[in-house]
């Protein structure tokens, strides 16, 4: 049991469940990778003219991809994701940046 000291009470008792929301509320909203996948908004744009190159795509990157070994965040899945389509040597028609991406 977990303890904490309250000015006006005096001694109570932290609930578990309390912690546990608070762990998940820090680790597991984006913060740190506890997901097993992570779901990608991309959209394709061409790199002289900022036009769209079609509708946006979702992708679901599970955490077994070797390309994506080594990624905690989503910040770290956004950098490698974009790295790996826009350096691309046969690709240079077209810029892919992520619109949204979250846990799944």
């Not at 990778?33 to 900022?50: C, E, M, R, S, W």
């Not at 905690?72 to 992520?98: I, Q, S």
Request: aromatic residues 14%; charged residues 25%; contains cysteine.
């Amino acid at each position: 049991m977990f303890r904490f000291v309250n000015s006006g009470e005096g001694v109570g008792e932290l609930a578990p469940s309390f912690l546990l929301a608070l762990y998940r509320k820090r680790y597991h909203n984006g913060f740190m990778k506890n997901k097993n996948a992570v779901i990608i908004t991309a959209q394709a744009f061409n790199p002289k003219t900022g036009a769209e190159l079609g509708p946006s795509r979702d992708e679901a990157i599970d955490e077994g991809n070797a390309l994506f070994k080594g990624c905690k965040t989503l910040l770290d899945y956004k950098n490698t994701y974009e790295k790996f389509w826009n350096e691309l040597p046969a690709n240079p028609r077209e810029l892919v940046f992520v619109q949204s991406i979250k846990w799944a």
